[in-house]
């Protein structure tokens, strides 16, 4: 592999991929504090593990190299130098009101010795308790006396699609919706300046975690080696896809086009990728409750380094087959069109598929409707057990970040 990071479309066979296991984070998520950490409902931690377990075999059997994000993160803190540097930015963007207790919680993550545990110790948060002799000093803390934690959990980071997305050979590493998400991002951040892997190559980064606007993997989908989409949403503004447009074409990483899908800003579309997902070359899942309200518009470059912004008209059948140099293309709609199923599939991701092949894609087995319709279309199916992780909000795509994939040739 010429580069560590090669993805050039949604389908190309799938070399590589990073996951991560959940951990103790989710059994740090507590009912009156759920919507503070974008959650719904409280998984099964146990049973959640076995079904991510069995999510990461399945690539495996399919010749999938898995690589973990915790894993990945502890070797990026190689010498003594970037480790400090990793903790003192971590408990500079944790919240801590108290210079005095940022000092106390600094000494508890320098005594973790081995640099895996140390990442697993920040993804699960710090609970008050856990500080010997924690006392609140700052206003905001003692307001907060009630709050168990010195630092939240990061329970949405087993959707490892979202705080960096892999486009081409770089990466845009996302400035987050939530700040209970932001500090997420912290760890591509290490893995791609300092882990071997990629260290040794320059990755190309085309958005950065200290832009002021928002944006999130989820969003973001390599339609082609020529064109991207990319969802303006709850969690993605529009004026992070210009900033993401005109890096894009500075970069010349061969992509012409950016297809902005403005799918409105609402908790159940959350992602372009919970409602539209790439599948094979001609077909595409869809939750049919977007396509009355759908806009999409076309981003290109100019000659003089600005953009051409052009609202497109057409249905997006054939928006989507313009783009993509097809005669046609197939939308096979979420619950297959039937209204009740499509709703209740859309929420448990009925359309958020995981495609580790043209035409061969990963799915939750309970969305039991939507698979009939896809297998309908000529599509293979491989089941996930659905009942725990899909509590979260997200599906196998959300829950992967492909670092390769083969490029197409048709």
């Not at 008050?128 to 010195?150: C, H, N, Q, R, W």
């Not at 949403?233 to 992509?255: C, H, P, V, W």
């Not at 054939?318 to 009740?340: E, M, P, S």
Request: charged share 25%; net charge neutral; with cysteine.
């Amino acid at each position: 592999m010429s580069m560590p990071i090669n993805v050039f479309s949604e389908i190309g066979p799938l070399k590589t991929v990073m996951l991560h296991r959940p951990g103790k984070e989710l059994g740090n998520l507590m009912p009156d504090y759920l919507k503070r950490l974008l959650f719904d409902d409280i998984p099964f931690l146990e049973q959640a593990q076995k079904e991510h377990d069995y999510f990461a075999d399945i690539l495996r059997k399919k010749e999938i190299e898995v690589l973990y994000l915790e894993d990945l993160a502890g070797d990026s803190l190689k010498n003594e130098k970037i480790r400090a540097q990793f903790i003192n930015q971590y408990v500079a963007e944790a919240c801590i009101h108290s210079q005095k207790l940022k000092e106390k919680v600094k000494i508890m993550l320098n005594e973790i010795a081995d640099n895996r545990e140390l990442i697993d110790k920040t993804i699960a948060g710090i609970q008050k308790v856990e500080l010997t002799g924690y006392t609140a000093e700052s206003l905001s803390d003692m307001i907060e006396s009630d709050y168990p934690f010195i630092i939240d959990p990061m329970p949405n980071l087993y959707f490892t699609r979202d705080n960096f997305a892999t486009i081409g050979n770089g990466i845009s590493l996302n400035h987050m919706y939530s700040a209970t998400r932001q500090r997420e991002t912290i760890y591509g951040e290490y893995i791609f300046a300092y882990h071997p892997r990629f260290a040794r190559k320059k990755v190309p980064k085309v958005y950065d975690r200290n832009e002021i606007t928002r944006i999130e993997g989820g969003d973001e989908l390599v339609l082609s080696n020529k064109v991207l989409a990319v969802g303006i949403s709850q969690r993605t503004d529009a004026a992070s896809i210009e900033k993401l447009a005109k890096n894009i074409f500075t970069k010349n990483l061969g992509f012409n086009c950016v297809l902005a899908f403005n799918i409105g800003n609402f908790r159940k579309f959350m992602h372009l990728d919970t409602v539209f997902t790439m599948v094979d070359y001609d077909k595409f899942t869809i939750h049919p409750e977007i396509e009355g309200m759908l806009e999409v518009y076309s981003i290109k470059p100019k000659s003089n380094g600005e953009l051409k912004i052009t609202k497109e008209e057409d249905s997006l059948e054939q928006i989507l087959a313009k783009y993509l140099q097809r005669d046609f293309v197939q939308l096979i709609r979420c619950g297959d069109g039937n209204r009740a199923a499509a709703a209740r599939e859309q929420w448990n991701d009925g359309s958020n598929t995981l495609t580790i092949a043209p035409g061969e894609v990963v799915v939750y087995d309970r969305n039991t409707v939507t698979n009939e319709a896809l297998k309908k279309a000529g599509i293979k199916l491989n089941y996930v057990p659905g009942g725990e992780l899909v509590r979260g909000r997200g599906g196998p795509r959300c829950m992967s970040m492909p670092l390769y994939r083969e490029n197409l040739t048709e």
